[in-house]
């Protein structure tokens, strides 16, 4: 990102000086030839106006946008009560939308800058690329959740690899030598993290990694019959139970079992990550590892609040409440 400091050294004046000519303050006192200078250098180097100093400078609106992949989703009721509960103890209106819709940073700022919203907490679609959503959040006040950009700093993260590990540690303890993962999309954070918690539990108790007993298709509901299929069909022993990195797509791998006529848990047990009232609604109803999603809700608003008030928000891995096994149906031991 491009700073004011940067085009005030190539340009050979001050900092104050470059601020008062790019927002055209009439106060400005700068000779025609220094003004054309600073601003063919802002041009050259690709400067961008900073839409959070600017939103800071003008009447706030005190609302807050809230930009998930799909709002249906159940998963997300308890980040959204947390980020509501939040905003409301720090006098924010909550506006929803889905990030599918968003497109482009230029999107974003124009809602910062006609006053609808003064700042975004960000879920990015699975699909979105790293370099799409640094450029997306680049020039907004924003905070990512489920997410994180090396050098910029303010996401809220959970422990993903703690929850894996306790999910395929709770098979492991049951007897299950042969436990495959059932995981999100590999150029994502939380899929990398829950693999990870996948293998250290494997190397923690002994067993071997068989690559063959992970997929890597996704957390929607339709990609789970693939991966049970891909599961089934790879050489060797089957497994006999199997950690899902999310809940959507443990439920529709309990449907895609059902149809091979494969019951649960008697023939292949269940664990997922992440909970959902679903899941005590569910055939069987699914065993999950629940975490702390209202709390990253929460601490998503005060990231963001910071942010907005001109600070430099860190990073931030809720474990508190810590990840906790729900014990049902889907999950048996072995003799």
């Not at 699914?286 to 929460?298: I, Q, S």
Request: proline share 5%.
């Amino acid at each position: 990102m491009v700073r004011l400091r940067d085009i005030a050294e190539r340009a050979g004046v001050s900092v104050g000086q470059v601020s008062r000519i790019l927002n055209n303050d009439p106060n400005a006192r700068a000779a025609a030839a220094t003004r054309d200078r600073v601003l063919q250098v802002a041009a050259e180097l690709g400067y961008r106006p900073n839409v959070m100093a600017r939103a800071l400078r003008a009447a706030r609106s005190d609302t807050v946008g809230v930009l998930m992949p799909d709002l249906t989703n159940p998963l997300f009721a308890g980040m959204l009560r947390g980020i509501e509960v939040e905003a409301e103890r720090r006098g924010y209106t909550v506006l929803l939308g889905r990030s599918e819709q968003v497109r482009s940073s230029g999107q974003l700022a124009r809602m910062i800058e006609h006053g609808r919203v003064d700042g975004f907490i960000l879920q990015a679609t699975d699909d979105t690329s790293l370099d799409g959503l640094t450029r997306l959040v680049s020039h907004v006040p924003s905070v990512l959740v489920h997410g994180r950009i090396d050098g910029r700093p303010g996401s809220v993260m959970m422990d993903d690899a703690g929850a894996a590990r306790l999910a395929t540690e709770t098979l492991i303890e049951r007897g299950h030598r042969r436990v495959a993962l059932v995981g999100g999309l590999p150029n994502t954070i939380t899929a990398r993290r829950r693999e990870e918690g996948y293998r250290a539990a494997l190397r923690a108790h002994g067993l071997r990694l068989d690559d063959r007993l992970i997929t890597r298709l996704g957390y929607g509901l339709a990609t789970s019959a693939g991966a049970l299929e891909q599961l089934l069909a790879a050489p060797g022993p089957k497994p006999t139970a199997i950690m899902v990195a999310n809940v959507n797509a443990a439920i529709g791998l309990l449907t895609a079992a059902r149809t091979r006529g494969l019951r649960v848990p008697d023939d292949l047990s269940v664990v997922a990550i992440h909970d959902s009232w679903i899941c005590d609604h569910s055939s069987p109803p699914l065993t999950t590892v629940r975490m702390p999603v209202e709390a990253m809700g929460e601490a998503a608003v005060r990231l963001l609040h910071e942010r907005l008030a001109g600070g430099r928000p860190a990073d931030v891995e809720i474990d508190d409440p810590p990840a906790r096994l729900v014990e049902r149906q889907s999950a048996r031991r072995l003799a």
